[in-house]
């Protein structure tokens, strides 16, 4: 299996910063593709953005023309994504999900989620 462990959400003023991480675990040859989803109350998980081994990054157009996300990134050695936000809007809020698409050793794909992380932009 995969443990996904996510990480730098909380409460932030409008204007600010923030740079979510997640760790992944276990016993992983290769992690193909990693990246972040979000929920906002009452609405459905969408895409963000994704990131491959090789830092080929795809982002959700209509997630970022309507909030701030600045960029996905990847330590492969430390098999952490990140999502760096700026100058972060109310609209921002929201729960933060991570995924990963892993293969084991044995060659089993896992297509794992973090718990979420939530993020919350008040003044």
């Known amino acids: 299996q995969v443990q996904l462990v996510e990480s730098g959400g909380g409460l932030v003023q409008p204007g600010r910063s923030l740079r979510l991480s997640c760790a992944a675990s276990?016993?992983?040859?290769?992690?193909?593709?990693m990246g972040w989803y979000r929920q906002a109350p009452g609405k459905q998980r969408e895409l963000v953005a994704t990131?491959?081994?090789?830092?080929?990054?795809?982002?959700?157009e209509s997630v970022k023309a309507r909030f701030t996300i600045s960029s996905i990134s990847r330590d492969n050695a430390k098999s952490t994504v990140y999502l760096q936000m700026d100058n972060l809007k109310f609209e921002d809020t929201a729960v933060y999900y991570c995924?990963?698409?892993?293969?084991?050793?044995?060659?089993?794909?896992?297509?794992?989620w973090g718990q979420g992380t939530q993020v919350t932009v008040s003044s």
């Open positions: 995924t990963a698409r892993a293969v084991g050793i044995g060659g089993q794909v896992y297509n794992s």
């Open positions: 276990g016993v992983i040859l290769t992690i193909p593709t």
């Open positions: 990131v491959t081994s090789s830092g080929i990054t795809t982002y959700s």
